[in-house]
């Protein structure tokens, strides 16, 4: 995950922009520095990897009458795998750089994050021989307006969710992402078969993802009832993880594949 910095005002705060968000964002709107070598990276890379896509009432909203075409997007037909809350890239790029069959895309708020996502990008394309990771691509956008109507029903292969922010405190729970409705946007954009796949560090909002997604009628445990997951392989380990572990903080593993 990128680092805290002072947050800054998006349109929900802000009557004098476009308009008021309805619903609480699992996020806080932070606005980061870049290094100068961020800088030069994203001025000339991030037109290959960003997808621009129309704004609503924030600048992390997306026009609900926007409907991404993958195909166009990659240029080809093959599976789509998304990451919600990509962080730094570490999961992303790896999966895509090693997974070529696949497409991949990654989204994500912040702006230090998606530009880190480039660099390692970069140098994930450059070690095979490529100019860019070409089965990458990123959105900086709020995720539940992503998955309730940018993209299309059943077009997702795998979906990731993980470490998202837990909310710890009680009065802020409302701002988790993974709820009720959300386990209902992810069951919408899933593929027959396809995975939703979480992870988190804090038992109690593993205990809220167990409660949530089974009790939805399209989304079934892959490992039975009330269980969690093997380590999934894919997720590579983070500096976060590795913090969570010396916390004491055991990491819950959840898989749901879509009825």
Do not use: C
Not at 93 to 99: G, I, P, Q, T
Not at 110 to 130: M, S
Not at 144 to 153: D, F, G, K, N, Q
Not at 165 to 170: G, V
């Amino acid at each position: 995950m990128s680092q805290p910095v002072p947050s800054q005002p998006d349109a929900a705060d802000r009557p004098d922009l476009l308009g008021f968000r309805t619903k609480p964002v699992s996020f806080v709107r932070r606005s980061g520095r870049l290094t100068d070598k961020q800088k030069r990276m994203w001025a000339e890379r991030h037109g290959f990897y960003l997808i621009d896509v129309p704004r609503a009432v924030a600048r992390t909203s997306v026009d609900p009458e926007f409907v991404l075409d993958a195909e166009a997007v990659f240029g080809r037909k093959a599976p789509l795998v998304v990451e919600i809350g990509s962080g730094l890239g570490d999961a992303v790029v790896e999966a895509a750089s090693s997974d070529p069959e696949r497409d991949y895309l990654a989204v994500e708020v912040y702006q230090p994050g998606l530009a880190h996502t480039i660099a390692r990008a970069e140098r994930a394309g450059a070690a095979l021989g490529q100019d860019g990771l070409r089965n990458l691509r990123l959105v900086q956008a709020n995720a539940a307006e992503l998955l309730e109507t940018t993209l299309p029903a059943g077009s997702v292969d795998e979906l990731w969710v993980f470490f998202p922010d837990p909310w710890h405190k009680a009065r802020h729970h409302k701002r988790r992402l993974v709820t009720a409705e959300f386990a209902a946007l992810a069951a919408r954009v899933l593929r027959t078969g396809g995975t939703l796949r979480l992870a988190t560090d804090w038992a109690e909002y593993a205990e809220q993802m167990i409660e949530v997604m089974e009790a939805d009628e399209d989304l079934s445990n892959a490992h039975g009832p009330g269980r969690l997951a093997p380590r999934f392989e894919g997720r590579v380990p983070t500096g976060f993880e590795r913090k969570a572990h010396t916390a004491g903080r055991a990491v819950a593993d959840l898989a749901y594949v879509r009825r």
